[in-house]
Structure formats: structure tokens, C-alpha cells
């Protein structure tokens, strides 16, 4: 559903930008921020240690590319967690929510939970560009994307 690869280019310039690029990797405990633009498990977004799954809201009418935060999955023999779904933040909120929680050293569930309940709630005058997934130009749409 969402332009997820798009997304994580958007996280690398922040990143970079804001100097956290050589410390991510750190702050997650050298566990990877997975991806995914749909709620299928195909970037193994469920079993992260910082994940996000593409969804879809409607806000005022129209279509609006999201992402579900998820926080505290790990793989690990004899030790796996499914990660805990935090909430649902616009696609266009999702880098200052990551730059400030990294920027702060904030990883587990509990500490990223009130960051992510203050981006989910959408204000009423949210920019038209927040109806527009990174790397697109034109409004978010389902058209053309076949059933659920």
C-alpha cells in the first residue's frame, strides 16, 4: 500500500541530516529498522526491534498513507517476541518521530509510546502533502491496487 522504500530513503536523509546515521544502528542495539509497505510480513516488521507497517487511514474524506510503529520484537533461538504495535503515525510524521526518538536514545515500546501517541493524533489543518506518499506526486490512492 505504501511507497516503503521511498520512506526509508527519506530516513536516510534525515538521519544523515540530524547525524544520527552512524548511531541508528547502535541506539537499536545493532537491530535493524524493518520496513514494510503493507501489513504482510515480508520485512519482518512483527519480529523488530523497531518496525513499521504501511496502512491506510481516512482523514477528513481522503486517503492518507500511515504506518503502524511497532517496538521490542526479537528473533532469537528459544526467544522470539512478536513486537508491540504502539500506534498509527501519517507517513509524513514517521522521520521526526524516529529522529526524535534515536536522537533521544529512545527504543523500547514503553519509551517510544507517548511520541507515538502525539503524531498519531491528526490535527484538522494537516498539510495536503501528508495526502501524498513519499516519492509520489499525485494524492494517495488504492485505485489499481486489486482487492484486499
Known amino acids: 500500500m505504501c511507497l516503503s522504500p521511498r520512506l526509508a530513503e527519506e530516513l536516510e536523509k534525515r538521519f544523515q541530516a ?24 515480508c520485512g519482518n516488521h512483527c519480529i523488530a526491534a523497531l518496525g513499521l507497517e504501511g496502512r491506510v487511514k481516512r482523514h477528513q474524506g481522503r486517503l492518507m498513507p500511515c504506518y503502524d510503529v511497532l517496538a521490542g520484537g526479537k528473533l532469537a533461538e528459544g526467544n522470539t517476541q512478536f513486537a508491540q504495535r504502539l500506534g498509527t503515525v501519517p507517513a509524513k510524521a514517521v522521520p521526526d518521530l524516529l529522529v526524535e526518538a534515536l536522537s533521544r536514545g529512545l527504543t523500547s515500546a514503553e519509551d517510544l509510546r507517548p511520541l507515538v501517541a502525539a503524531r498519531a493524533e491528526i490535527p484538522a489543518d494537516v498539510p495536503d502533502d501528508y495526502y501524498v506518499d513519499f516519492g509520489a506526486t499525485a494524492p494517495f490512492s488504492l485505485a489499481g491496487r486489486g482487492p484486499g
Open 18 to 41: 540530524a547525524g544520527l546515521d552512524g548511531k541508528a544502528p547502535v541506539l537499536l542495539k545493532d537491530a535493524a529498522l524493518r520496513i514494510s509497505g503493507c501489513p504482510n510480513c
